[in-house]
């Protein structure tokens, strides 16, 4: 049996969904969002720049034009933002949240409480952290890039369908109506989007990592590497 897979991602050359070919598994890897920066011509004065994505980290520097001020702390939502960080900008972290907004928010408060907190981010995003501590940080709301749903259809029938944010999931399903089929989410912010749309047979990854996404996939197919 040959079962079609759809991740709402580009995925790179080396990654673990590519060995799902020799399980008779066809991948379907695409992004249904579009990126594109939004100008920002100051950089306000900070304790702390919270970045919520890999995308927030990559649109906020390519605009940033001066030296920053060293006595800033950097803080990312998860690990593989913040290996981006470290990995691209050559900044590491000073703090790492776990990839879930509540419990994020709850350690973040430990470090940051009363500080200065700036907040680049996408135009759709859910400004989860920020709304969860805005009665204890001073929050600095910046919008980096704007993040839009594309404008091409995009029809197929797939067995398992994996959505790495929600607006991939509201994109996904403007098009396409739900045949029943297996779903996993990267996380709890993109399950509440299945939720709106009175889906809830779904699992979520224990961690926002493509690996686990794939551990997750081998698991519903009983697929033994």
């Not at 933002?81 to 994020?104: C, Q, R, V, W």
């Not at 029809?155 to 089929?181: C, G, H, R």
Request: charged share 20%; aromatic share 14%; glycine share 2%.
């Amino acid at each position: 049996m040959t079962y079609t897979i759809f991740i709402s991602r580009e995925l790179s050359e080396d990654s673990l969904f590519h060995q799902l070919e020799a399980y008779n598994c066809d991948v379907i890897s695409q992004s249904l969002i579009s990126f594109s920066p939004i100008s920002f011509s100051h950089f306000p004065s900070c304790d702390y720049v919270f970045f919520y994505s890999k995308n927030a980290v990559r649109f906020f520097f390519e605009q940033i034009n001066k030296e920053i001020d060293t006595k800033i702390k950097w803080a990312c939502i998860g690990k593989s933002t913040s290996d981006y960080l470290y990995h691209n900008m050559n900044i590491k972290a000073d703090f790492i949240g776990n990839g879930k907004p509540k419990e994020t928010a709850q350690e973040f408060k430990k470090v940051a409480q009363g500080k200065k907190v700036l907040f680049p981010r996408a135009a759709q995003s859910k400004k989860s952290i920020q709304t969860l501590l805005k009665e204890d940080l001073i929050v600095i709301d910046l919008m980096v890039y704007n993040n839009e749903k594309i404008k091409k259809p995009f029809y197929q029938s797939f067995d398992l369908l994996i959505f790495t944010s929600p607006l991939n999931v509201e994109a996904f399903f403007e098009n396409n109506t739900y045949q029943s089929q297996k779903i996993v989410v990267i996380g709890h912010t993109t399950a509440q989007a299945l939720e709106q749309l009175k889906i809830s047979d779904y699992i979520v990854a224990s961690q926002p990592f493509e690996s686990v996404l794939y551990e997750k996939t081998l698991e519903i197919l009983n697929i033994q590497e």
